[in-house]
């Protein structure tokens, strides 16, 4: 077995004989075959110039004059074939006959230049200390191209398991952003739902409520005095407070009638009639409302009772303070 650095291989479409290196067989596993191997191959791709091309191995060198001198016989044969070929048709018999004698000269040279190739090969598998250098360098040059070889399949190898890698890490990162994706739609249609929310509760909030009789207050403001009132009484004063100012209050009665404690006095007069069962109605039934939820049983007598005292008071309260503090600005 030998395994020669440089080979001449054949171009048919061109038709034409060059000398490459072992290191330009495209096929990693033929570069690793022997000489016979090679040769035997109909068809071979060598990286030639940098492309690729398809070729035959005729010869197999240990140097690139070895090899380049006999593309040098085997052209030179060519020649003096496609010569004899265009004499061919306008010689006469005795010069096919010449011709069939240069063939057999030329047959003859040849089969001299296999028998030493063959010697020559013969020789090379038990080397004398002529030959021991060349073969050093046959065997360092085909090992040199094995190694690269190897190398290079490793390297490829390698890029291939981080391409492995990367499109699984894509892959991850694609799922992830479509949850992202989907995540972000499903709370941006909760922040329009609320946003809407806001908007209508905004809208409620400005907007004018009836208490009764044709009372308006604002509903925000009337949500926030029966969300502060712990009992009944607070609520008939601060629903109170809503409908009616200090000073409209101070000086006044609830009915404009006496009591009995003051009965020798003259009667004060009495607030609107309209407007004060306009609250006191609305507090019984925001009242009655609340008392459904907790099960309670509800006495509207009872509470009425307790929101009329209530509101009594609180007149009386402010009626006071302006009498103790004439120069007092009530709340308007």
Known sequence: MSFSPFFLVFWKDEDRYSCVSRSNIVNFSLRKETDENLLTSKYVEINFNRKVYSGTLVYAG????????????????????NSNNEEEHHQPDFQNRRQTALGSQIDHILQSIENAESTSVNSSTTPDN???DGMSISVVETTSVSANAEKQYQQIEKLRRKLSKAKAKIKLLEESLDE?????????????NLQQKIQKFQEEKSTMIDIGNGVMLNAAVLERAALFSLSPSILGRNIFRLVFKDSEIAGTSLTGRSCNANKNLPAKPALDAVRLDAVINYCLSTLGESSKGSGLKFDRA?????????????IREVSRKQNQMPGLTLRN
């Open 130 to 132: 002529n030959d021991e």
């Open 62 to 81: 240990r140097t690139r004059q070895d090899v380049n001198a006999h593309s040098k016989v085997l052209e030179n044969g060519n020649v003096q074939k």
């Open 302 to 314: 009872a509470i009425r009772f307790k929101i009329v005292k209530s509101l009594g008071e609180y």
């Open 180 to 192: 992202e994706r989907k995540l972000r739609d499903k709370y941006k249609h909760k922040s329009k």
